[in-house]
């Protein structure tokens, strides 16, 4: 059978069925190199029908030959196989799984988020075996750490981290953010936005995304976690300018503009300075209410602080200045953004077309023009709402033509407003 290795599969099973013949009994050798071949060949079902069919035959699989099929299996992106086989063998045998098979189940766990294979796989590889996972791999645990919370397993990640000298960014953090808030542990998830200030890492508002998207479900929440802010500095803490804007941006979403403000007012209490960010997401809540004079008072704060502003704080100013009857502003703040040297967004050039369009102003027109002299492509749905007079997005078809089928579908770029705030800007109606 070795001098068959080179030869197709076919001829190795012929030479099996001539043993069976000549009353030739197979043993553990045998099967070793059936399997063997059959691994190289990536026959992975065969193969676990062989250990089988040696289980039947009262034969127990070789190391190799369980390894073998452990790691096709998890070379084929089958991790919980991978790992039934592993512990199915163990079980029944002295001889224990190499430390890099155990290795190659952690590596197939984490890419598929399979959450037993990474807590078992985990536990044998750096634990019980001492090995270190390359920072690839960590990565992907942490992926599964923030899908099913497994906050601990998180933490333990990071050290290993640490332990192989890797810096730690924001992307190592992010995860067990998520972790806890998956399990409801708002107040650590906050604790790590202090960690990682205390290690010089800057969080972002997406770290906090899960938080926000914890308490902005009821407001009980949302006083739960002001008061493990307050909790916080009065125990002299440092409490994180994104915990307290991810407060104003679930208040936001749940339409309550005083609440947004008064935790805006209240960020001196705390020892916070507002950002950029905290005005532009008071600005998206003065979008959602049309409210253009509490906007203007925003901006006078903003600039009697000196926070510049930035790419979405005029997209909010543009949008704000639609939303009113006169909207000469929007226009303002068009040419003051490209004085500043920041390239308007599409999103920008759409809603000013739309509201003169629905105004029936045909500076529309320059709109398009300039719109199409920045890079931008001329949307079919906008199109089709120039071409209607303002009436529809969508063509009108002739009776009896048929329409066409499925959508085009414009690849966002990355300087574009994200979906939750385009949500709060209202329609635009006729005047």
Known sequence: M???????????????????TYSIRPNETTYELLIDRLVHAGHLETAIQTLAHMGNEGIAPTLNAAQAVIKLACDLHFPRLALDLAQAFESTSVRRIDPGIWACILVSSSESLYEKGVLTAWKKTVHDFGLTPDEGCCINVLHTVGRYGLAALGLDVILVLRRMNILWREHHFAPVIEALCVVGNIEEAFGMLELMRDCDIVPVQETAYPIFQAIRTDVDKLDEAWGILETMREQGRKVDIVALNTIIQASVALGDLQRALGTYRAAGDLGITPTVDTFNLLLSACIAVSHRELGDRLL???????????????????????????????????????????????????????????AGD???????????????????????????????????????EDRPRGRQRRPRSEDETPKEILELIPPLSKN
């Not at 009857?325 to 000013?352: C, H, R, V, W």
């Open 2 to 20: 070795q001098a068959l290795r080179y030869t197709p599969i076919e001829e190795t099973q012929a030479q099996i069925d001539l043993m069976h």
């Open 362 to 400: 045909t500076r529309y027109n320059l709109a398009v023009e300039e719109m199409l002299e920045q890079g931008y492509d001329m949307p079919e749905k906008l199109q089709n709402f120039i071409a209607s007079g303002g009436e529809r997005d969508t063509p009108q078809y002739p009776a009896g």
């Open 300 to 358: 006078a704060e903003m600039r009697a602080a000196s926070i510049r502003p930035d790419l979405r704080t005029y997209e909010r100013l543009v949008v704000l200045c639609l939303t009113q009857p006169t909207y000469e502003d929007a226009f303002f703040y068009l040419e003051d953004m490209k004085s500043a040297g920041i390239k308007p967004t599409q999103n920008i050039y759409d809603a000013l077309i739309r509201r003169c369009v629905s």
